[in-house]
């Protein structure tokens, strides 16, 4: 494993409750970082947070409020946000493009492209 530092950091993970974002959160605890996790299922999300040694916070990342309302949370958390890790988000299905439905306005499409828009825009400000 690479050496990176990130002692003093305060890490946030969207989506970070399973999958690629549980693994980001891993290795960003295990290089030191103070990580708090951000996903829409709750349980899952306080289960992940406890099993880091870090913390957690049930947010929809496609709703303003919901949002608004985790970052408030992490402020409360950790003094400032030094990383963000925008990873939410539904995968829509493997299949060849011309075969697939219009994924504008899906439930995935909902939570991975506004919901990263959203996070960033908000958690950057
Ligand atoms: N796994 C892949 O091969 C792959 C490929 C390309 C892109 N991606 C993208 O990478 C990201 C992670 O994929 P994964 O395979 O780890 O998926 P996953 O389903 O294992 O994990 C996604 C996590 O995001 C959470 N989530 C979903 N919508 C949310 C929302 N609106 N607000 C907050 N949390 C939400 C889920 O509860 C879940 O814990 C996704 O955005 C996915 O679209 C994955």
């Known amino acids: 494993m690479n050496q990176l530092d990130l002692n003093g950091r305060n890490a946030v993970v969207t989506g970070g409750a399973s999958g690629l974002g549980f693994a980001i959160a891993e290795r960003l605890v295990a290089s030191g970082a103070k990580v708090v996790i951000w996903d829409l299922n709750g349980e899952a999300a306080h289960a992940a947070g406890r099993k880091l040694g870090g913390s957690s916070i049930a947010a929809d990342v496609s709703d303003v409020t919901s949002v608004a309302s985790a970052l408030q949370k992490t402020l409360a958390i950790?003094?400032?946000?030094?990383?963000?890790?925008?990873?939410?988000?539904?995968?829509?299905?493997?299949?060849?493009?011309?075969?697939?439905?219009?994924?504008?306005?899906?439930?995935?499409?909902?939570?991975?492209?506004?919901?990263?828009s959203i996070a960033a825009g908000r958690s950057c400000r």
């Open 78 to 116: 950790v003094p400032a946000i030094d990383i963000f890790i925008n990873n939410a988000g539904i995968s829509g299905p493997n299949a060849k493009l011309w075969s697939t439905r219009s994924m504008i306005g899906s439930k995935s499409s909902r939570s991975t492209s506004k919901g990263r």
